[in-house]
């Protein structure tokens, strides 16, 4: 396991777990060792700061997109391209069925190893991948899927390819495909949600995020190169942003964080699949009896009051 770096501690701890575990009569040490190991985390993990529940929000082992979609989706389907430019690989999408209800599910996926990673160009989308974005909300529109994402991104593809194929507008034009589609939209942040690059994904009637997920209309690194040109002040920008799901839950800028196991999502899929799932399940509930009127009011209404609450 990848460990971080206010997680030295227990390194040491976990490698004496990993030797006694070979050894029959070591059971009591391991269990001790075990509670040292979860009293630590326990204890760290509830005072993380700003800029250390950014690096939780990108370890390299957190449930990605594609776990969430193969756990939660019954007989997905990919749905791909934007009848325009090509498949962007950035997004993952399809439609299948999630507690017992045809569904529309859009993601954005990281990949796990270098091959992967490169494939998915890191979860940053070009302009084809929101285009495809906005093509499959105005399908599940058309067929009245709800709409489920994922959002999982640094922010959206910053070459000079995707500048010159339209970033911006597609960016934009996604954005207003999600306030006028007329069918229950619920996203997830289950890691980084860097830039436009993830608000074109969560202009959703309910915004769902993991407790050690960050979310910003900047990364920390790019607001310190842009106030101080320097990316060694990171940390006071992540500190400064306000990222963090409980202060974006406080400021109504989210409806709900989702608590994840001791010591982050990454030491335990499947319970923090199990958590989203059940998320997922009673946000859907509530905005089921919407009528669209409601549904589109209710999604435009919220974003239009964010200036207002944060000043």
Same mark, same amino acid.
């Given at each position: 396991?990848?460990?971080?770096?206010?997680?030295?501690?227990?390194?040491?701890?976990?490698?004496?777990?990993?030797?006694?575990?070979?050894?029959?009569?070591?059971?009591?040490?391991?269990?001790?060792?075990?509670?040292?190991?979860?009293?630590?985390?326990?204890?760290?993990?509830? =005072?993380?700061?700003? /800029?250390?529940?950014?690096?939780?929000?990108?370890?390299?082992?957190?449930?990605?997109?594609?776990?969430?979609?193969?756990?939660? @989706?019954?007989?997905?389907?990919?749905?791909?391209g934007d009848r325009s430019f090509a498949d962007d690989n950035a997004? @993952?999408?399809?439609?299948?069925?999630?507690?017992?209800?045809?569904?529309?599910?859009?993601?954005?996926?990281?990949?796990?190893?270098?091959?992967?990673?490169?494939?998915?160009?890191?979860?940053?989308?070009?302009?084809?991948?929101?285009?495809?974005?906005?093509?499959?909300?105005?399908?599940?529109?058309?067929?009245?899927?709800?709409?489920?994402?994922?959002?999982?991104?640094?922010?959206?593809?910053?070459?000079?390819?995707?500048?010159?194929?339209?970033?911006?507008?597609?960016?934009?034009?996604?954005?207003?495909?999600?306030?006028?589609?007329?069918?229950?939209?619920?996203?997830?942040?289950?890691?980084?949600?860097?830039?436009?690059?993830?608000?074109?994904?969560?202009?959703?009637?309910?915004?769902?995020?993991?407790?050690?997920?960050?979310?910003?209309?900047?990364?920390?690194?790019?607001?310190?190169?842009?106030? /101080?040109?320097?990316?060694?002040?990171?940390?006071?920008?992540?500190?400064?942003?306000? @990222?963090?799901?409980?202060?974006?839950?406080?400021?109504?800028?989210?409806?709900?964080?989702?608590?994840?196991?001791?010591?982050?999502?990454?030491?335990?899929?499947?319970?923090?699949?199990?958590?989203?799932?059940?998320?997922?399940?009673?946000a859907l509930n509530e905005i089921k009896g919407y009528t669209e009127?409601?549904?589109?009011?209710?999604?435009?209404?919220?974003?239009?009051?964010?200036?207002?609450?944060? =000043?």
């Open positions: 396991m990848h460990f971080l770096d206010f997680e030295q501690p227990i390194i040491e701890l976990e490698a004496k777990i990993r030797d006694l575990s070979l050894l029959d009569t070591a059971s009591k040490e391991i269990f001790s060792l075990k509670r040292d190991v979860n009293s630590f985390l326990e204890k760290t993990y509830s =005072k993380l700061s700003p /800029w250390q529940i950014a690096q939780v929000a990108r370890h390299p082992d957190r449930p990605h997109a594609s776990n969430y979609i193969n756990a939660l @989706i019954k007989d997905f389907q990919t749905l791909s997004i @993952i999408s399809g439609i299948g069925s999630f507690n017992s209800q045809s569904i529309m599910v859009i993601g954005q996926e990281k990949g796990f190893d270098t091959d992967s990673r490169v494939k998915h160009n890191f979860g940053m989308a070009k302009p084809e991948g929101y285009r495809k974005v906005s093509r499959l909300m105005k399908l599940a529109d058309k067929f009245n899927m709800p709409l489920i994402t994922f959002v999982d991104t640094a922010g959206a593809y910053p070459g000079v390819g995707a500048e010159e194929r339209g970033q911006a507008e597609a960016i934009a034009s996604c954005i207003q495909d999600s306030l006028e589609i007329k069918v229950p939209f619920i996203s997830v942040i289950i890691g980084e949600g860097g830039s436009g690059g993830a608000i074109a994904l969560a202009s959703a009637n309910k915004v769902l995020m993991l407790q050690n997920a960050i979310y910003s209309v900047i990364s920390p690194e790019g607001c310190a190169s842009i106030l /101080w040109r320097d990316n060694n002040k990171a940390e006071l920008a992540a500190d400064s942003l306000g @990222i963090t799901a409980n202060f974006l839950k406080e400021k109504s800028i989210i409806e709900e964080v989702i608590s994840e196991p001791i010591g982050g999502a990454h030491r335990d899929h499947i319970l923090s699949i199990k958590n989203v799932e059940e998320a997922l399940k009673n009127e409601q549904l589109i009011k209710d999604r435009q209404e919220k974003f239009l009051k964010y200036g207002r609450l944060l =000043k």
